[in-house]
């Protein structure tokens, strides 16, 4: 396949500059900067996650939904913290087989997200690698100071509550892996959360003032719970039977109960975690029917480190969730 046609710095011109037309401080990408005003009495929520292909999505997904992808696990942090996100930046590393179609559809995708959620790029680099593909992207965002969520905050007798559904994402990864045969009409929904997440934006910014503790779900639900309890010097308790499982999840457990192992342990749900006192309990379904979204207690903070799961099915086990370095002998 051909290269791209243009080189960097039309390439920017061509398919990002667009995308800051409307942050005035990007100065249409043409400076090594970008500038940013802070509002009195706010603070920047500042994130980056790197997505490379063969590890965070197939080399050959749309390339759409590749930019949108980048740019969705990034929002989501700032979700987690309560914040608003307000611009990106891309670190784009484009192997040689990165076409002048390819790049339109990706450019296509990224700015079809920044108008969803009201985000500017404002900068970046784009470069050429002998691959694979490999994307950064740096999200920033604003919260009221003083308001922010955090890991370290959860308190004894706190409900853990998570969002939406847990376990799609690994599940639909499994899939496309050729692990697991579904019908497609329940396969697909799951393939579409494992490539498009769905930021918990409006829940996050809710929650600031409510939550004691907070995060997203994207290396699984326990490893994540524990990274909660880690930094809070707490444990928890969860019941598996609580934990929210869409139609599709639950016709797979069905058929295999040890798929339950990968609900718990699977990542890119990118779902909501959070702890709360039991006195938000009648807040939260209200903020619940209000968003339209499941809030779904599942389990509690409890004084003893560690953490525990009761009620899993026959088969299942409790495993740590995904990491890219594993150290130890």
């Known amino acids: 396949m051909a290269a791209p046609s243009l080189d960097e710095f039309a390439l920017i011109a061509e398919y990002f500059a667009p995308l800051a037309a409307n942050f005035p401080g990007a100065l249409r990408l043409r400076d090594d900067a970008a500038l940013v005003d802070v509002p009195e009495g706010q603070r920047v929520v500042v994130t980056t996650d790197a997505l490379v292909a063969g590890v965070h999505f197939f080399p050959d997904d749309p390339p759409g939904s590749i930019a949108r992808k980048a740019l969705r696990v990034n929002i989501s942090d700032v979700a987690a913290m309560g914040g608003r996100p307000t611009a990106i930046l891309l670190a784009a590393c484009f192997p040689d087989d990165v076409t002048d179609p390819w790049l339109r559809e990706f450019a296509a995708g990224l700015a079809e997200d920044c108008?969803?959620?009201g985000i500017s790029l404002i900068g970046g680099d784009t470069v050429a690698t002998p691959g694979p593909l490999s994307l950064t992207v740096t999200a920033l965002g604003l919260v009221a100071a003083g308001r922010e969520l955090r890991r370290d905050r959860a308190r004894v007798g706190d409900r853990v509550y998570v969002s939406g559904s847990i376990g799609d994402a690994a599940l639909g990864l499994e899939v496309l892996k050729g692990g697991l045969a579904l019908p497609q009409a329940a396969a697909d929904p799951l393939v579409a959360r494992y490539r498009l997440p769905q930021p918990r934006l409006a829940l996050?910014?809710?929650?600031?003032?409510?939550?004691?503790?907070?995060m997203d779900v994207s290396d699984g639900l326990y490893s994540d719970l524990g990274h909660i309890c880690r930094a809070s010097?707490?444990?928890a308790t969860i019941d598996a039977d609580r934990?929210?499982?869409s139609a599709a999840a639950r016709m797979a457990i069905r058929e295999r109960p040890d798929l339950m192992t990968l609900v718990l342990s699977g990542g890119d749900d990118y779902e909501l975690l959070f702890t709360a006192p039991a006195t938000a309990d009648p807040i939260i379904s209200t903020l619940a029917g209000q968003l339209g979204l499941e809030l779904t207690p599942i389990g509690s903070i409890i004084e003893t480190e560690?953490?525990?799961?009761?009620n899993l099915p026959k088969g299942a086990a409790v495993t740590g969730g995904f990491m890219h370095f594993r150290g130890g002998k």
Do not use: K, T
């Open 115 to 117: 108008r969803e959620y």
């Open 204 to 214: 996050g910014w809710r929650l600031a003032g409510l939550a004691h503790a907070a």
């Open 233 to 235: 010097g707490l444990g």
């Open 243 to 245: 934990i929210p499982l």
């Open 306 to 310: 560690g953490l525990s799961v009761v």
